[in-house]
């Protein structure tokens, strides 16, 4: 496997399977200086563990993290970060009944098929359980960036969407409800359509709308590293993911030029902003907004068909504890991943900011 | 700047502006002996170059290729292929009104403000021109890998779209229309709909649909290198795109988990595939196919407000040669760009590949 | 920071300063399938810890490598290896008296320049003892390539040095004596010289052969990647490296091409090898062997003048546990970091063996 | 074939063969609003091109560089600069006897055993022709970083060697001779003994030494990506290159730490430079100096004996134009290196050097 590195000069290398010692990483070009808020890393990760809520799996891990090195005396040195979450209850038993068979849309069986074999227990290196460590390091990321704001919330829970923009949403109620919707009345749907997708043992997909403020005109390469492709990568690297649209995205299709063009005023900020805060993959200032397809959980808890490794065909039924729904523990995900995108963006910019060539 | 590079293995690095002197690029890692399909290059650049039908821009450019080098015998050597198209019929003078002024919805604003100035002539390392070398890339990548097909055609402009997935399309009637929509009466309609957009010095937008076929299981990196992922960004990274999706992508997350899933036929095919092809990131075998949005062309004819460097507002038009709507000529970008993925991750699968660790 | 990762399809990025909680690190890229000799590692850990001799630092550092992950019923799954070792025996107090100066030749001073501060209890990143986690990975990466035999030994301490090839030596000599000199005379030569400079309270350098047997012809890529500049990198990059050279090296500069030239045999092998086994970087299938110069240690126990912070002259002394030459415990070191170049490079040249683009 | 790029935040791609059409690169990261001197480019293309002296091979080759982008204005726009020489004057036919025999210690061998087969004329990519786009990059590094000065010198042909520091010569002497070797009356001893070898259809090899002043504090960074890491590896990939040492080198093996390290004044300075102005893998400030070794070239005029494809024995001798000694003409090349390394340091440097976190 390759593939576990993240990042230019802001790079994270993560390691971890489900059921294993521990979920952890490195992370590489963190700038000296920054007095780091522990709990701020420690509160990401709440937000994304297991257990929080009724809507989630019930599994209980405690998910604290430890920072091996790169800080001295509260701050960052500048070396990178090492850093680790012991795994502490996990029970593989729940697994053995796969060991020998794959689930539906799961990455069992191409695993088996590219390694030769696989660590099943909980998914192993397939687990959501690795997003853990890009929490932790996207809560770093955050801090490198602090006058960059990131938030991410819930839009859309199965058929139940909601209808505002981020402009007419008070994102301070994100946090309010288990599902993670700034609306509450949408949140009290979304639930109850969680709960009762539960209740048949079924699972349900969502989106997740990230808005991005506080951007200085310049972040992101032209060509191949336009920044919304980084940002797509991104999400698109998080389990589940299905697709990714920015600014006016796939319904922008639909527009006539005349209309979909943001007009500048006269402080180069525009009227609107169907650019989503990016013109040929350069921040232009604006806020930046996108959207993250999640597909339903794959793990089902009512019975189903499917394969063992001999091709015989098996009945089953998921066991263990699994999220009927993936988006309201996702949502930290996504804020960790802009955040790497956008902080590592602004270390290259600075690289960049002195246009003559004075050193 | 950076980000004109792409690839692991097989790596491409690009240069050029619309009215400089060439356009061109750099691709390592094409393996040795394979015997060159000229005409293959050419072919794909004519269908991405301007003036091919009365949909398009009628700028004139021959969009020649020189190989400068890694050939011999006709064969590759396994040494980098260096390329260049020499631009011809560039006409800057169209373009000197717009030196000291921003095009709406264009990269004019953030060059300037990245950059402290920039190479106005045609919009300079912004415009899509750029993309002819990525068709050259690509068209060579789709030779290292004969035996995966990746095929893309128009599937809407504006409101009109296909109601037929790729499967119920009959894909070698992609080029037998300007639109290159393989259903002659969506083509219709869409050749319609481009033309009377045109005449209002409008421009709309479009979605590629594109499908990849004969992929063996167990292409694509787990975590941050999933196949999707790297896709996606591939896709991103083209001029004018504003969101990717495949397989099931959004429309999915309205789904049940237990009507999405893709139950297992007993030789490890699916039944359905909701998965697009792709599980955990890595290739499953089963047809991949995904989806790419593209905005309105920003460069209207008719007349329109803006700012120059000044901050003044003032009023002008489009002048010189450009699309209404980008999608036909870009079916041959996504192709490449989705060629240079599927070779790179073919090399990389090839180094995992003995599975013992015997060399 | 940037720069704590090495290699290309075989990754690995370390973390860690001296006195801090852990060493340690991810490989990236392990193939599947490997059954760890997990004796191997702690063999080539214990050969590099201190207190195993008179002749090295007495601290005592168990040095136990705990592997988190990417391991699974005792072989390699294919996913990253993340891998820790604790700090249990660390004398922070002994550092202090150079929290405010900077000691001559060390890494102080630039550091406090580059990062404005800086962890100074141990060295901090700076420290030898960073190299623990490359010694780990290390033996990870030989047992990846199990048929190329790496082998490094002492050849010189300060003034006393071998006179002899390795191929008139006996490389299993090498761990029969506490300096690592496969010749037992000169090894009792450098062992008293190196006690008497200790009594001293000084240093000494020395310099450290290596040897690569087992190599298939085609490892190493021309131009910027070359074998040699790779391997040569590698070394550089150790702790304390001054030069590299490989087959002839400068001597081979006094060389007329007609003696130099290595004449082929009808089985392409060579009669002499003063190309080392690399020609045009690509290794030709003949040993690999080169030679890498490490200074003195630059901590002194004996008084010596320096500046402070606030560039006062003061006078001062070592405190701790220092070695007084560093070539007996670089040994595994060395190795270590040739088995990454090899293992890595062994990969690249799995993607390229199908000279016909079959897939 | 890989690894034809080199850099960070500045990096090159080349491309091409000796007897190809062109041989090129990308240059990509040159900051923006850099006014080029396109002269200079030449003057450095000009000190590598064969036949400017007797003592060099007599080709005439014009190596007229083309630079296709990235420029405007005459000033760099912040976009790859595309460039590429035009071979204008390659005697193929020199080359159609070793098309089936194998050149003692070249490439040609290790070449058709990974890849199958090779373009022969000339060396193909193999040559040191290669270099020439090394120079091209190198000479626009240069004006990336006008405040450090690189300077390279023969220090050494066959046994015939400076007895002087850099600092006891007058470096601009350096270009003042055929041979590149700043004390005149070395200079004329070495010329009449590379005039000798020539005569005798043989080659010999020798040392360049490279000077870097004016560096700032803080350059390179710790672990696997140190300052002379990169300098060895960069010149490690120079065709024909042996040994690298920097500061003390392989003499300091012999010094005791009393003796090696360098003291420090009040400024921060060092009253000796051993370290050779890098200490821990960062600049500190003091001149850089290392030292560059080359074997003789290979190809001879005489006679000499070797195998063909089919393993039987041949004698042969060489044709065409070939130099008896290549350090005059690598000297550009060793400093076009140095450049490459120092201006992607430095750009790295850039985007840490707000050591708070406010960007």
Do not use: W
């Not at 430890?66 to 960052?76: A, N």
């Not at 992101?220 to 919304?228: A, I």
């Not at 998921?318 to 999220?323: A, E, L, N, S």
Request: aromatic content about 8%; hydrophobic content about 35%.
């Amino acid at each position: 496997m390759a593939g576990n590195s993240f990042g230019t000069l802001l790079k994270l290398s993560t390691f971890g399977e489900s059921h294993g010692m521990a979920i952890g990483g490195v992370l590489d070009g963190v700038p000296p200086g920054i007095l780091l808020d522990m709990e701020a890393i420690q509160r990401d990760l709440d937000r994304r563990k297991p257990g929080q809520s009724a809507l989630v799996t019930q599994r209980k891990e405690p998910d604290q993290v430890q920072l091996f090195s790169g800080i001295f005396e509260g701050k960052t040195t500048g070396t990178p970060i090492g850093f680790a979450i012991f795994n502490t209850n996990q029970k593989s038993q729940d697994y053995t009944h796969i060991a020998d068979s794959y689930r539906p849309s799961h990455a069992d069986y191409v695993y088996d098929q590219k390694y030769g074999f696989r660590d099943f227990r909980g998914g192993g290196r397939s687990s959501a359980r690795e997003t853990a460590a890009r929490v932790v390091a996207g809560a770093l990321a955050k801090q490198i960036i602090p006058s960059i704001q990131i938030q991410a919330y819930v839009s859309q829970v199965g058929n139940v969407c909601l209808d505002k923009s981020y402009l007419e949403l008070d994102l301070t109620q994100t946090e309010t409800n288990d599902v993670r919707c700034p609306d509450p009345k949408k949140a009290a749907e979304m639930e109850s359509l969680i709960k009762s997708i539960k209740k048949e043992g079924d699972t349900i997909g969502g989106v997740i709308d990230c808005v991005i403020q506080g951007v200085p005109v310049g972040l992101g390469e032209p060509v191949f590293d336009k920044l919304h492709a980084r940002l797509g990568s991104a999400m698109l690297s998080i389990n589940a993911v299905k697709g990714f649209e920015y600014g006016s995205g796939f319904h922008g299709v639909t527009m006539k030029g005349s209309a979909h063009n943001d007009a500048y005023q006269t402080d180069g900020s525009t009227v609107t902003n169907h650019s989503g805060g990016v013109q040929g993959g350069i921040s232009n200032g604006m806020d930046i907004y996108f959207r993250v397809a999640f597909k339903p959980v794959a793990t089902l808890i009512q019975a189903y068909t499917t394969i063992n490794k001999s091709g015989e065909v098996i009945e089953t039924h998921g066991k263990g504890r699994h999220d009927p729904c993936v988006v309201p523990r996702a949502v930290p995900i996504v804020e960790a991943m802009a955040a790497l995108v956008m902080a590592d963006f602004s270390l290259i910019r600075k690289a960049q900011l002195n246009r003559t060539h004075e050193f």
